[in-house]
């Protein structure tokens, strides 16, 4: 029995164990199906993620070229054009950010990253907006919301982009006046909305162009490749310009000419102080892409001198607007973001009013090349740099190099009142004198009264070539360029705007020395630097002239050997012998106080009889002022009467 139990025994253990491995293969392939249901639809998830990543991206590719985006209810491709016409060419940059599905990923949202660079040297407007997402069937998609594109924008609006412009900053002259300010223009132009075609518009720029004389092709070329809607500008003139007149009578005979009121950057007359203060206009295509964004074309800018020179501070910073503007126009615009436009600064000078006017008009019928500048010696302050009509736009009072003559006298008189002699001091003035096989005279109506052995003052008043060159002996090296920087010569400028003062080289031979004593050979001087020497006289300390008071100006470098009170005063007496006893007696009755005055008389060039520079420097209590006439006959009888006639202006 036993045995019998045993084998049911056993035969019940087979029982259970293929009961036990029924049950674990039933679980093993419901976990197996579980399984595949898991996978499969994780699998499924992802895909519909990354479906829906992929149609997110293609909606910001879309949003950033300007196209319909692929969305339910999206405009139409001209439609779509309208909405955002008004951003011009303004780079947009979309970027989609990772898309949030539901839980059965069948719909979620995604957010979108703009960017509008409206400016290049600005930040960017940024800001995000979102797109509810939906999965039918194997294809996502979403509906098309304006507020996609821009927050608050809504249905039947567009984006609109407008620049700020900047207040461009004032020239202010000596008192903080203002010499450049806003003043009325008339722009002279065409305006292509006014013609009746392409064909019209061409002749029209020729007729207009031929009116006010500017260059016929440039100005028809540009009209021809401007938009139908464009007016472009010819010439502007000033609303007080006398021949207004006679192209406003001109123009409107013209189909599509016009005259545009409005107002610009201007010195108080067309020609005050220009070649050193410049102009403005649009800003050339050199401007633009220099500029890093900064300038677009069309910015009013500085071209030329001062105006140039302090763009950057003057012109200020634009801003801009984006605004949401009804498409049908029955609405105002709405402001969606805005940078203001920040004013340029203004540029304070030392230009007089009224001395540069006076300067400008003694040398208005000059004709060759000319200038007069005056200087304040007291503070160094410039109160005018003027440049005559025969100097074409240049700057000869601030960049005009040449030989000064004479007035280099001053120069000398000091290098020899150092050297031991006095004004009493008895030099030998000659008629002529030789030096290594060149002869040196003195001018052709030298007084004889003041030949022969004569106190250095007397030489010095008359102007004595021979007597000054016979000195030259007494003159160590370096004793040239040592007394012209004492005086500020060869000081570097500080004036805050392109110049030059002169250059003393040290002679390499014997009759280097000897002409340059008489301010021939290589010695240069700009009339600004003869000017500068006549301020130090006056002041007794080297001036370091200077014409911009803000951002351009620097301290100069201080002379090796400073001007002493003990040679100042005697330099002053030695020019106003000048007036008293020499070559100036014309200028003793100036009203106003005692004038000091130095003539000069410059030889150039290799024709006989050599061509001369004429040139005039004089002192009146703080004034110091220098004139040059090129291709004059004579210092004193060219330029003493446009000196005289200065002072005599300022004193009316």
């Known amino acids: 029995m036993r045995r019998g139990e045993d084998e049911t025994t056993t035969g019940r253990g087979h029982g259970r164990r293929r009961r036990g491995m029924a049950v674990v293969v039933v679980l093993a392939l419901v976990l197996a199906v579980g399984t595949g249901w898991w996978w499969q639809d994780r699998r499924s998830s992802a895909a519909a993620v990354g479906a829906a990543q992929e149609h997110a991206e293609q909606v910001a590719q879309d949003l950033a070229a300007g196209r319909p985006p692929s969305l339910d209810g999206a ?117 292509r909305s006014q013609t009746s075609s392409l064909g019209q518009a061409r002749r029209s720029a020729r007729e207009v162009a031929e009116l006010v004389d500017v260059e016929v092709g440039p100005f028809v070329d540009a009209v021809e490749a401007a938009g139908p809607q464009a007016f472009v500008e010819a010439i502007v003139l000033r609303a007080q310009a006398p021949e207004l007149d006679e192209v406003s009578r001109g123009i409107a005979e013209i189909p599509g000419a016009r005259g545009v009121e409005d107002t610009m950057p201007l010195a108080p007359t067309s020609t005050f102080a220009r070649a050193v203060l410049g102009s403005v206009g649009p800003a050339t295509a050199e401007q633009v892409e220099g500029s890093k964004g900064a300038i677009r074309a069309g910015d009013v ?122 004004p ?78 002169g250059d003393v080289p040290d002679p390499k031979a014997d009759v280097d020395l000897a002409a340059a004593t008489i301010g021939q050979g290589t010695v240069l001087s700009t009339p600004m630097g003869m000017a500068t020497v006549a301020a130090s006289v006056a002041k007794g300390a080297a001036v370091s002239p200077v014409l911009v008071l803000d951002g351009g100006s620097r301290r100069p470098a201080s002379p090796a050997r400073p001007l002493t009170a003990a040679e100042s005063e005697q330099l002053r007496s030695l020019m106003r012998g000048v007036v008293t006893d020499g070559s100036a007696r014309f200028l003793a009755d100036v009203p106003g106080g005692p004038v000091g005055a130095k003539t000069g008389t410059a030889e150039y060039g290799t024709d006989e009889p050599p061509r001369t520079h004429a040139w005039m420097i004089g002192t009146q209590g703080d004034l110091a002022v220098a004139v040059f006439v090129a291709d004059g006959p004579g210092g004193a009888s060219t330029a003493g009467p446009v000196l005289e006639d200065y002072l005599r202006r300022l004193q009316r």
């Open 301 to 422: 800018v500085g071209t030329s001198g001062l105006q140039l020179a302090q763009d950057d501070r003057l012109r200020g910073t634009a801003g801009y607007v984006v605004e949401a503007v009804d498409l049908e126009g029955s609405a105002k615009p709405r402001e969606l973001r805005s940078v203001p436009a920040v004013d340029g600064r203004s540029v304070r000078t030392t230009l007089s009013r009224t001395h540069q006017e006076q300067a400008e008009a003694v040398l208005e019928d000059v004709a060759p090349e000319s200038a007069v500048v005056a200087i304040r010696p007291s503070d160094g302050h410039v109160l005018a740099a003027a440049s005559g009509p025969g100097s074409e736009g240049t700057s000869t009072a601030t960049l005009g190099q040449y030989a000064p003559g004479s007035t280099f006298k001053t120069v000398t008189a000091l290098a020899l009142l150092r050297s031991g002699i006095t």
């Open 424 to 501: 009493q001091t008895r030099v030998p003035c000659t008629t002529t004198t030789t030096v290594e096989g060149r002869s040196f005279t003195n001018y052709d109506d030298y007084p004889s009264s003041a030949t022969g052995d004569v106190p250095f003052a007397t030489a010095f008043a008359s102007s004595c070539n021979t007597a000054l060159i016979s000195q030259r002996d007494r003159l160590g090296d370096g004793a040239l360029d040592e007394a012209a920087e004492a005086l500020g010569l060869t000081l570097d400028p500080s004036l805050g705007v392109p110049a030059e003062l």
């Open 75 to 191: 405009p139409s491709e001209g439609k779509m054009g309208e909405v955002l016409e008004g951003m011009g060419e303004i780079a947009h940059t979309v970027t989609a950010g990772e898309v949030s599905l539901d839980d059965d990923a069948r719909r979620g949202t995604v957010t979108f990253e703009h960017a509008w660079r409206i400016h290049e040297d600005k930040q960017p407007w940024t800001y995000e907006t979102t797109l509810a997402v939906r999965r039918d069937g194997e294809r996502w998609s979403g509906t098309w919301e304006p507020g996609l594109l821009a927050p608050d924008l809504e249905a039947g609006e567009g984006l609109q982009a407008r620049r700020l412009s900047a207040e461009r900053g004032e020239v202010l002259g000596d008192g903080g006046r203002a010499l450049v300010a806003d003043r009325a223009v008339v722009r002279v132009g065409v305006d």
